[in-house]
């Protein structure tokens, strides 16, 4: 099976059963639990220090994110720039 394939299957699936979820809370609970528990656990049971690390943990998160979004747009300008060029090309040998 095909990667792209793969991929929307799963994207069906997933979108499937959040659709039959009740309760999204409920469901997501033992993932939070778990994290603020790793958390807790790295500042040694310190929930101030704790609540720290949390914070630094998705700020690390947000940075990867802009970075990502800032290098999706700058190839997305360098297509279209490659793209007119091209265009600019074809309509001169014509």
């Not at 979108?15 to 999204?24: D, G, I, L, M, V």
């Not at 997501?28 to 609540?51: I, M, N, Q, S, V």
């Amino acid at each position: 099976m095909p990667e792209s394939e793969r991929r929307l299957r799963s994207s069906i699936a997933a979108h499937t059963s959040w659709a039959n979820t009740e309760n999204r809370s409920k469901r997501t609970a033992p993932a939070r639990a778990a994290l603020d528990a790793k958390f807790l656990a790295e500042a040694g049971g310190d929930p101030k220090r704790a609540e720290s690390l949390r914070k630094a943990h998705f700020q690390r998160l947000a940075l990867k994110s802009a970075k990502a979004r800032r290098k999706a747009k700058e190839a997305a300008a360098e297509s279209a720039e490659v793209a007119a060029e091209l265009d600019a090309l074809g309509g001169a040998a014509c």
